[in-house]
C-alpha cells in the first residue's frame, strides 16, 4: 500500500478508535448544501462527518482488530460519522435529517465493540437523551422514600385531627 494511502487508512483507524461511536450513513444524491446542513447539525452536538471510500474503512479495520467491522461490506457512498459523548444524540440527528432528505439513509454503525444494523440505529435514535433516562431513574429511586414519608405523615396527620376533634369537642 502507498504511503498516502498509509496515512489515512491510520488516521481512519485512529478515528474509529478515539470514539465513543461511530455510524455509517449513504448520502448518494445529496447536494453540497444539504450535506453541508447536516454537517453543520451534526457539529452542534461535537459529532465529525467525513466522506470516505469503503475500502479505506474496511482495511482500517483490519489494522486495528475490529473483525466484524473488517468483514461488514458496505456499498456506495459512505460516510463516517464519529465522536465522543452520547450516541444517542447523534442516531437521532441521523433519523431526523432522514425524515427531511431521504437521500440520507444510515448504513450501520460500531458502538461498544459491536457491529449496528440499520435498526439497531433507529432503535438508539429512539431511547430518551441521557438527562431524561437520568431523571426517570431518580424519580424511580426517590419513589419508596416519598412513599414512606406520605404513609407516615398521614398517619401524624389522622392523630392531630383526632386530637383537634378532641379539643373542639370539650370546648363545647
Known amino acids: ?74 456499498t456506495g457512498d459512505t460516510a463516517l460519522i464519529s465522536g465522543k459523548g ?27 465493540g459491536e457491529l449496528l444494523n440499520v435498526a439497531d440505529v433507529d432503535y438508539i435514535a429512539s431511547i430518551p437523551p441521557k438527562p431524561i433516562l437520568q431523571a426517570q431513574l431518580l424519580g424511580v429511586l426517590q419513589a419508596p422514600a416519598r412513599n414512606l414519608a406520605c404513609v407516615l405523615n398521614a398517619k401524624a396527620a389522622t392523630i392531630v385531627n383526632v386530637l383537634n376533634n378532641y379539643q373542639e369537642k370539650l370546648d363545647q
Open 86 to 112: 452520547d450516541a444517542g444524540a447523534v442516531a437521532k440527528v441521523i433519523k431526523d435529517f432522514n425524515k427531511s432528505n431521504d437521500k440520507l439513509a444510515a448504513k450501520g454503525g460500531y458502538l461498544d
Open 1 to 74: 500500500m502507498r504511503s498516502e494511502k498509509n496515512t489515512i487508512v491510520n488516521g481512519i483507524g485512529q478515528m474509529i478508535a478515539d470514539s465513543d461511536y461511530v455510524y455509517f450513513v449513504s448520502f448518494a444524491g445529496m447536494s453540497v448544501k444539504e450535506m453541508t446542513k447536516f454537517r453543520n447539525e451534526l457539529i452542534k452536538i461535537s459529532a465529525d462527518c467525513t466522506v470516505l471510500k469503503n475500502s479505506l474503512i474496511r482495511k482500517a479495520a483490519e489494522l486495528n482488530n475490529i473483525q466484524s467491522l473488517a468483514q461488514y461490506l458496505m
